[in-house]
């Protein structure tokens, strides 16, 4: 649809959107300063020739457009700017597409990861029970002759239905409801993302603690499923997934650029002989911009996998698993995979006599190791004036650290605290 259309479609039908904040994290929201706003080719040129600008300035210099609410313009702009790098796709047509509000902005998928879900879909047909934003739904729908978008807050219904028409996506139905209440409907995938915000926007965690609930709704839910997809918290605990869900077959780790956005719960549906399923296979997944760190293993062979430590000993080359690792805690299998010690028990860094240019991590040529000495807090500065620190397992943080010694942040060099064998060091390398 173009924006003439739209104009036309916003002007004649009235078409509302109103700005809402989330009062918490159950999906109940209290709107704010109710804005009944008709789109027109004003709103619209507004937010293009604003889109750069300063918006607390914008906010402040409110009274200068007294035809404008400037304070939902200003939110708009905020939502367009987030879409630029989460959303590029989306972004490409937003001047067409209508923004949710800031809270369903912040809580959707990034386009790399909701396209990384798409190749978990197993059959035909999916149904997302919290729609939200829709843009899980969008990508996970694509090929797919029927989808089902569920969510309860009329208007990001209202939003979804537009915007999936901008987008040419005509196999996904609205129906709007709470997919507690609604009937649940026989798909081959159905998918859950919980809210994870709770009173005083106060973030939650553990899966029963979300809302939805997925532990005390997942029989029902597998009842009518083969295959059951849920994003929960990347700050969650692993184990505990494992303790409250059941059939889980797969737990997707996925990081953008080295920060983990991700864990994704995928569960078998119930079947006749309801089996439980004995083993889970976990794979970590970090879409770098020069490279995709991927890295799978199988839970109960890494609790079997037995470590091997390094016994003091900093050999010629370091390595520090990727942050999809270190949320899975997958650090025994490494020893067996790669043939690499760790330096200590809680100091989560590698080390080998030879390279291995394959580790699932960041990789280091040690070029000294300096024993850590309150002496040589005072001195380092003159031998290494600029470095990138990291701590680990370590007496003083990497910003204690900076502070005592004078090393200023950033530049070539790496300094690794660390301790190995009840000895402390600060190991200087060179990033390969």
Wanted: some cysteine; aromatic content about 10%.
């Amino acid at each position: 649809m173009s924006w003439i259309s739209f104009c036309k479609f916003a002007t004649i039908e009235a078409y509302v959107v109103l700005t809402f904040c989330s009062e918490n994290g159950e999906g109940t929201h209290i709107f704010r300063n109710i804005r009944l706003m008709i789109w027109n080719q004003g709103i619209h040129d507004f937010i293009l020739t604003h889109i750069e600008d300063d918006t607390d300035s914008l906010l402040f210099s409110a009274s200068r457009y007294p035809d404008i609410d400037v304070p939902w313009v200003v939110e708009q702009i905020g939502v367009r700017r987030r879409l630029r790098s989460k959303l590029p796709e989306w972004f490409a047509v937003s001047d067409d597409l209508i923004m949710s509000g800031r809270v369903p902005a912040e809580q959707c998928s990034s386009e790399t990861t909701a396209r990384y879900k798409r190749g978990l879909v197993v059959g035909d047909s999916l149904c997302d029970m919290t729609g939200g934003m829709g843009v899980d739904v969008y990508y996970m729908s694509r090929g797919l002759s029927r989808a089902i978008y569920t969510e309860r807050q009329s208007m990001l219904c209202e939003a979804a239905r537009h915007n999936f028409a901008v987008l040419g996506a005509d196999n996904i139905i609205v129906r709007e409801g709470d997919g507690r209440s609604l009937p649940i409907p026989d798909v081959d995938t159905i998918y859950l993302d919980p809210a994870r915000r709770g009173e005083n926007d106060k973030r939650l965690y553990d899966v029963a603690d979300c809302e939805p609930d997925v532990s005390s709704w997942q029989d029902e839910l597998l009842s009518h499923c083969r295959h059951l997809i849920t994003k929960v918290s990347p700050m969650i605990d692993i184990e505990s997934v494992l303790k409250r869900l059941r059939r889980v077959t797969a737990i997707h780790v996925v990081a953008v650029k080295g920060e983990c956005k991700e864990v994704i719960i995928e569960q078998e549906g119930l079947s006749d002989g309801d089996d439980v399923t004995s083993d889970v296979m976990c794979h970590c997944v970090d879409f770098q911009s020069s490279e995709t760190i991927k890295y799978d293993f199988m839970i109960s062979g890494e609790r079997q996998s037995s470590c091997v430590y390094s016994d003091g000993i900093i050999s010629d080359y370091l390595y520090e698993p990727d942050v999809t690792l270190m949320k899975a805690k997958s650090f025994h299998g490494l020893c067996d995979r790669y043939g690499v010690r760790k330096l200590d028990k809680d100091v989560h860094v590698f080390t080998s006599p030879e390279y291995v240019a394959d580790f699932p991590g960041r990789r280091f040529r040690v070029d000294e190791v300096y024993p850590f000495s309150s002496k040589l807090l005072k001195s380092l500065r003159r031998s290494v004036p600029k470095a990138n620190i990291t701590a680990r397992g370590f007496v003083l943080t990497a910003d204690e650290l900076r502070r005592k010694t004078g090393v200023k942040d950033g530049g070539d060099v790496y300094l690794f605290a660390v301790s190995t064998a009840g000895v402390r060091y600060i190991v200087k390398c060179s990033k390969l």
